[in-house]
């Protein structure tokens, strides 16, 4: 009811009306309703929805200390019929965090994707992927998937994919990573034999190299 409203415009009775609104919290929506009347008394029969958002803060970027907080895996070493998998990860409460998620899989077709990673419901982003063919057909496939500025505290990791897989996971979270270019270049390798190696890495001082591994 308009009678219920009981604040008015701190600029008001005339053409121009004004109002200035304290206390906002970052990264939150904002809904205000207004109704009118005239200087005769006659109130508006609709009200007016003012809608707002304070975009959240951007951190700063780091100052190239990456450090280490935490790590956890789980795997599934025989092709699994399951459609998700679930693991827990904590992350701390240092300043200019990233949470990265590793994924190795056996076997991959059309039918058999990954097709999702989560932290707390809070979508990943898959950074790269390389895959290793033979006779035409993906045998093995490593992926990186990261979150940055994940919130702190123990939540579940949830990994999704379709068809069948045999697979490994893993989670690294670190602190000191710049938030507005946290990643370098992305070199990625394949082949046949008893050893593994991969070369071309072009690195800064403060750099932090993160590496991912698969075989069949």
């Known amino acids: 009811l308009y009678s219920s409203m009981t604040n008015t415009f701190l600029t008001t009775g005339?053409?121009?009306?004004?109002?200035?609104?304290?206390?906002l919290a970052d990264g939150t929506l904002y809904n205000y309703y207004?109704?009118?009347?005239?200087t005769s008394g006659n109130v508006s029969s609709d009200d007016y929805l003012i809608t707002f958002n304070v975009a959240a803060?951007?951190?700063?970027?780091?100052?190239?200390?990456?450090?280490?907080?935490?790590s956890n895996s789980a795997s599934v070493p025989g092709n699994s019929n399951l459609a998700t998998l679930t693991w827990s990860h904590t992350v701390g409460s240092g300043s200019d965090k990233i949470l990265?998620?590793?994924?190795?899989?056996?076997?991959?077709?059309?039918?058999?994707?990954?097709t999702s990673v989560t932290y707390n419901g809070l979508g990943l982003t898959r950074l790269g992927t390389s895959s290793y063919l033979s006779n035409?057909?993906?045998?093995?496939?490593?992926?990186?998937?990261?979150?940055l500025n994940p919130p702190t505290?123990?939540?579940n990791i949830t990994f999704t994919w379709s068809g069948t897989l045999k697979f490994v996971v893993g989670s690294a979270s670190y602190f000191g990573v710049n938030q507005t270019t946290p990643f370098g270049q992305l070199v990625s390798n394949d082949g046949r034999g008893g050893t593994a190696s991969i070369g071309g890495i072009s690195a800064s001082t403060n750099d932090l190299v993160f590496d991912l591994f698969s075989r069949e």
């Open 153 to 155: 505290g123990t939540g």
């Open 57 to 70: 803060l951007i951190p700063s970027p780091s100052n190239g200390n990456i450090t280490f907080d935490s």
């Open 34 to 38: 207004v109704r009118c009347a005239d």
């Open 100 to 114: 990265l998620v590793g994924v190795s899989t056996g076997i991959v077709s059309p039918n058999r994707q990954v």
């Open 136 to 147: 035409s057909n993906v045998m093995t496939q490593t992926q990186l998937w990261y979150l």
């Open 14 to 23: 005339n053409l121009d009306h004004s109002q200035p609104v304290i206390e």
